[in-house]
């Protein structure tokens, strides 16, 4: 009777088969429903106390061993790329030295990319959170707004965070986040709080106590902030803080700074034509602020990056030369059904050259890639065969043909 009676019981907790919803059995005992949800839930706590975001056991590149990572990823830009990994080494090494008690205390430096659309902004940010392996995280700038207004809060920039450091708070208070699009919430006018700028200035006053550091209660499922909602107490001290923005029209601000004019004329045209793509290497701080920064934002974000803009020769390597170029995602993509894929010299020039007439940046050359190959990728799948060769004469006929036309440039 007694065997009996412990075969019919829990062998953690002690309850009886009609006690619980559930009991399975093992070769030498029995576990309850309630048991093992527990055991799951320990499980799953001992994962994120584990977890592979671990910044004390990982080896910190040097500024050198950073750069030639990045070079693998992003081409050109060699000028940001150095600036990104000296900020980037400084940052995660004032994070792994121990507390003492000298006095002098090494603040952050959250970093600002300014540079046209396409130029690999967003690439940078990513390529050096994966380097890291710490969490990380892309918000959009143009979707935030002051509290209790339509759009989502400043605090929804941590929710993203936590979210992809899988609710591992430890890890998020170590990790990244890019905010794209930061010059979209430019002030919009030079008379500060003459109106109620929710999406502008009092973003960027929302966003002063998160850049600088301070600990921010978070709702961890996102969401409007209420009272009977739990929330997580998130330290921003050691959160590296990148913003990307094109600041479209900043040219001419630089060119009123320095006193030259944008458009050339007589025997200096070409002259003046190539200051022009250049003048974004001279930005600086009061240039963001005439553009429509706050002070107290600019002074949260010390290093200025600037990226210059893409040529036709850079263009043609972004095409195919890093480890996940356009090329070389088509050939993976033909090869899975067995068809080798292979591009003329002429045909990748024709992309390139495009690229620049559409003016979208290394952005512009998927989209023409997709334009060019969407019957290929239609009908090769049903077709029998082993090889297709992309010619510019085949790349003329397909883009002529797509929609993508209209994007020329007038």
């Not at 121990?98 to 690999?120: M, Q, R």
């Not at 996940?324 to 024709?350: G, H, M, P, R, T």
């Amino acid at each position: 009777m007694a065997g009996k009676d412990r075969s019919d019981k829990c062998s953690f907790c002690g309850r009886e088969k009609r006690e619980v919803n559930l009991l399975i059995a093992g070769i030498d005992g029995h576990i309850c429903d309630r048991c093992a949800e527990q055991a799951h839930s320990i499980i799953q706590e001992e994962i994120k106390k584990d977890s592979s975001f671990d910044l004390d056991g990982a080896k910190l590149l040097k500024p050198k061993e950073i750069k030639e990572f990045l070079d693998q990823y992003v081409i050109g830009q060699d000028q940001a790329k150095k600036i990104l990994s000296v900020s980037v080494y400084n940052h995660y090494k004032r994070l792994t030295q121990p507390f003492d008690d000298d006095e002098t205390e090494i603040e952050k430096s959250n970093i600002i990319l300014v540079g046209e659309t396409g130029t690999g902004k967003t690439l940078l940010a990513r390529t050096i959170a994966k380097m890291l392996h710490v969490p990380f995280t892309i918000v959009d700038a143009t979707v935030l707004t002051e509290a209790g207004y339509v759009g989502e809060d400043i605090e929804s920039l941590l929710t993203r965070l936590l979210q992809a450091a899988d609710y591992n708070v430890e890890a998020a208070e170590r990790g990244i986040v890019f905010v794209d699009e930061i010059d979209k919430i430019a002030r919009k006018s030079d008379n500060p709080s003459i109106t109620r700028d929710v999406s502008g200035e009092g973003v960027q006053q929302g966003l002063l106590k998160l850049l600088e550091g301070s600990i921010v209660n978070v709702p961890p499922q996102g969401g409007r902030k209420h009272p009977e909602q739990k929330l997580i107490p998130v330290d921003t001290k050691n959160i590296l803080f990148i913003c990307g923005g094109a600041f479209d029209g900043i040219e001419r601000k630089i060119a009123n700074r320095l006193n030259t004019k944008v458009i050339g004329y007589s025997a200096a045209k070409e002259t003046q034509r190539i200051e022009r793509e250049n003048l974004l290497q001279y930005i600086a701080p009061q240039d963001l602020k005439s553009f429509g920064l706050i002070p107290e934002i600019i002074g949260r974000l010390p290093v200025l990056v600037h990226l210059d803009p893409l040529d036709e020769d850079a263009l043609r390597r972004i095409l195919t030369e890093p480890k996940n170029s356009v090329i070389k995602q088509y050939k993976k993509l033909f090869q899975i059904d067995d068809i080798k894929l292979d591009f003329d010299e002429e045909a990748l020039q024709y992309i390139v050259e495009k690229a620049v007439e559409f003016k979208l940046g290394a952005r512009g050359l998927r989209s023409i890639c997709e334009s060019i190959m969407n019957d290929a990728m239609f009908d090769s799948p049903s077709e029998k065969i082993e090889e297709l060769k992309i010619t510019r004469e085949y790349a003329e006929e397909k883009l002529v043909r797509s929609s993508i036309q209209r994007l020329k440039a007038g």
